[in-house]
Protein backbone atom coordinates (compact mmCIF):
# COMPACT_ATOMS: atom_id res chain seq x y z
CA UNK A 1 0.00 0.00 0.00
CA UNK A 2 1.11 3.59 -0.59
CA UNK A 3 -0.07 7.07 0.74
CA UNK A 4 -0.52 9.64 -1.37
CA UNK A 5 -0.62 13.27 0.21
CA UNK A 6 -3.91 14.29 -1.22
CA UNK A 7 -2.45 17.72 -3.18
CA UNK A 8 -0.21 15.78 -4.82
CA UNK A 9 -2.90 13.30 -6.02
CA UNK A 10 -4.60 16.51 -6.77
CA UNK A 11 -1.63 18.09 -8.93
CA UNK A 12 -1.50 15.04 -10.93
CA UNK A 13 -5.13 14.70 -11.87
CA UNK A 14 -5.17 18.37 -12.77
CA UNK A 15 -1.71 18.12 -14.70
CA UNK A 16 -3.38 15.38 -16.83
CA UNK A 17 -6.60 17.79 -17.36
CA UNK A 18 -4.47 20.86 -18.32
CA UNK A 19 -2.39 19.25 -20.94
CA UNK A 20 -4.81 17.10 -22.47
CA UNK A 21 -5.50 15.22 -24.84
CA UNK A 22 -1.49 14.94 -25.00
CA UNK A 23 0.07 12.57 -21.96
CA UNK A 24 0.92 14.36 -18.78
CA UNK A 25 4.05 12.61 -17.49
CA UNK A 26 6.13 13.10 -14.46
CA UNK A 27 7.96 11.87 -11.15
CA UNK A 28 6.09 10.87 -7.67
CA UNK A 29 8.78 11.71 -4.78
CA UNK A 30 8.65 11.06 -1.00
CA UNK A 31 9.83 8.50 1.90
CA UNK A 32 9.57 4.91 2.10
CA UNK A 33 6.06 4.01 0.89
CA UNK A 34 4.89 8.08 1.23
CA UNK A 35 4.42 10.12 -2.18
CA UNK A 36 5.22 13.57 -0.80
CA UNK A 37 5.42 16.08 -3.87
CA UNK A 38 5.18 15.82 -7.43
CA UNK A 39 6.97 16.93 -10.30
CA UNK A 40 5.51 17.70 -13.43
CA UNK A 41 7.61 16.95 -16.98
CA UNK A 42 7.17 18.02 -20.29
CA UNK A 43 6.27 15.20 -22.20
CA UNK A 44 8.36 15.78 -24.78
CA UNK A 45 7.06 13.85 -27.39
CA UNK A 46 3.76 16.13 -27.46
CA UNK A 47 1.63 13.20 -27.66
CA UNK A 48 -1.57 11.46 -26.86
CA UNK A 49 -0.22 8.01 -27.06
CA UNK A 50 3.16 8.27 -26.08
CA UNK A 51 5.40 10.05 -23.64
CA UNK A 52 9.14 10.87 -23.03
CA UNK A 53 11.18 13.08 -20.66
CA UNK A 54 13.94 15.40 -21.77
CA UNK A 55 17.11 14.16 -20.24
CA UNK A 56 17.74 17.72 -18.71
CA UNK A 57 15.11 18.34 -17.04
CA UNK A 58 15.14 14.32 -15.52
CA UNK A 59 18.55 15.51 -13.93
CA UNK A 60 16.97 18.92 -12.76
CA UNK A 61 14.44 16.88 -10.77
CA UNK A 62 16.68 14.20 -9.93
CA UNK A 63 19.17 17.06 -8.18
CA UNK A 64 16.43 19.02 -6.47
CA UNK A 65 14.65 15.82 -5.17
CA UNK A 66 18.09 14.88 -3.29
CA UNK A 67 18.37 18.24 -1.93
CA UNK A 68 15.06 17.87 -0.43
CA UNK A 69 15.91 14.63 1.46
CA UNK A 70 13.42 12.47 -0.71
CA UNK A 71 14.02 9.54 -3.03
CA UNK A 72 11.95 8.96 -6.52
CA UNK A 73 9.72 7.12 -5.42
CA UNK A 74 7.25 6.93 -8.76
CA UNK A 75 6.95 7.96 -12.41
CA UNK A 76 3.16 9.13 -13.33
CA UNK A 77 1.66 9.65 -16.87
CA UNK A 78 -2.20 10.07 -18.20
CA UNK A 79 -3.93 7.76 -20.69
CA UNK A 80 -6.56 10.63 -22.46
CA UNK A 81 -8.32 8.00 -24.25
CA UNK A 82 -7.75 4.79 -22.92
CA UNK A 83 -8.28 2.74 -19.35
CA UNK A 84 -5.91 3.50 -16.03
CA UNK A 85 -4.40 -0.20 -17.40
CA UNK A 86 -0.44 -0.17 -18.45
CA UNK A 87 0.12 -1.05 -22.12
CA UNK A 88 2.09 -2.89 -23.09
CA UNK A 89 4.70 -0.62 -24.16
CA UNK A 90 4.16 0.99 -20.59
CA UNK A 91 5.58 -2.61 -19.38
CA UNK A 92 8.22 -2.99 -21.73
CA UNK A 93 9.12 0.56 -20.63
CA UNK A 94 9.24 0.03 -16.88
CA UNK A 95 12.83 -0.94 -16.70
CA UNK A 96 13.18 0.15 -12.77
CA UNK A 97 11.71 -2.79 -10.42
CA UNK A 98 12.05 -0.12 -7.10
CA UNK A 99 9.57 2.38 -8.31
CA UNK A 100 5.50 2.65 -8.80
CA UNK A 101 4.00 3.42 -12.19
CA UNK A 102 0.95 5.59 -11.56
CA UNK A 103 -1.67 6.12 -14.35
CA UNK A 104 -4.78 8.49 -14.59
CA UNK A 105 -7.26 7.84 -16.92
CA UNK A 106 -9.56 10.51 -18.52
CA UNK A 107 -11.58 7.96 -20.24
CA UNK A 108 -14.86 7.96 -18.78
CA UNK A 109 -14.31 10.60 -15.84
CA UNK A 110 -11.19 9.84 -13.75
CA UNK A 111 -9.72 6.67 -12.84
CA UNK A 112 -5.94 6.68 -10.96
CA UNK A 113 -4.33 3.05 -10.49
CA UNK A 114 -1.19 2.20 -9.09
CA UNK A 115 0.84 -0.17 -10.45
CA UNK A 116 4.55 -2.07 -9.60
CA UNK A 117 6.06 -3.64 -12.55
CA UNK A 118 8.44 -7.09 -12.01
CA UNK A 119 9.85 -9.24 -14.80
CA UNK A 120 7.36 -7.91 -17.34
CA UNK A 121 4.35 -8.71 -14.90
CA UNK A 122 1.98 -5.98 -12.80
CA UNK A 123 0.61 -5.66 -10.24
CA UNK A 124 -2.03 -3.68 -8.63
CA UNK A 125 -1.01 -1.64 -5.35
CA UNK A 126 -3.44 -0.25 -3.27
CA UNK A 127 -3.40 3.54 -2.20
CA UNK A 128 -4.53 5.94 0.25
CA UNK A 129 -5.02 9.63 0.59
CA UNK A 130 -3.97 11.38 3.96
Not at 40 to 50: A, E, L, S, T, V
Not at 110 to 116: R, T
Request: proline share 2%; hydrophobic share 40%.
Amino acid sequence: MVIFKKEVLEDIINHAKEVFPIEACGYIAGIDNKFLVNFRMKNIDNKPDHFSFDVNEQFQVLKKTRSMGLKILGVYHSHPYSEAVMSSEDIRLAYDESVYYILVSLLDGIDVKVYKVKDGKTSLVEFILE
